[in-house]
């Protein structure tokens, strides 16, 4: 499933487009809560995005898919978490180092911020 995010392009320069795309295990309980947050932070930037969601049901989709625990979130290509982005592939929830050096479910508001306005 995709989510297309943001005001209608403007006629002009090309506009650079963001591929945001969010893997995240079959019953994952932060994968509702990290597709808002995404969504809200990409229409306050204005950013034009594309949010693509990536369900996965077994060990061989998350090697596919790059699923490095569940939720995994990736803008064009990169990790937003870059210290997890050495794990291997696993449907296991993941937990994100936050620049205070506590560990979360979800990536902190501001780590999202500034990988989507990266």
């Given at each position: ?27 994952c ?39 490095l ?36 479910r ?13």
């Open positions: 499933m995709s989510d297309s995010v943001g005001p209608a392009p403007a006629p002009g320069p090309p506009v650079h487009v963001r591929r945001v795309d969010l893997v995240y295990s079959i019953g309980p932060s994968s509702g809560e990290v597709h808002a947050l995404l969504r809200s932070i990409l229409l306050e930037q204005g950013a034009e995005a594309l949010l693509a969601l990536y369900e996965v049901r077994t060990q061989a989709q998350a090697e596919e898919l790059r699923l625990g569940s939720p995994t979130i990736r803008v064009d290509g990169r990790d937003v978490d870059p210290g997890g982005a050495a794990s291997r592939p696993d449907l296991a929830a993941r937990g994100f180092r936050r620049p205070d050096g506590t560990l979360g979800l990536p902190s508001r501001a780590q999202l911020e500034q990988a989507l306005s990266g």
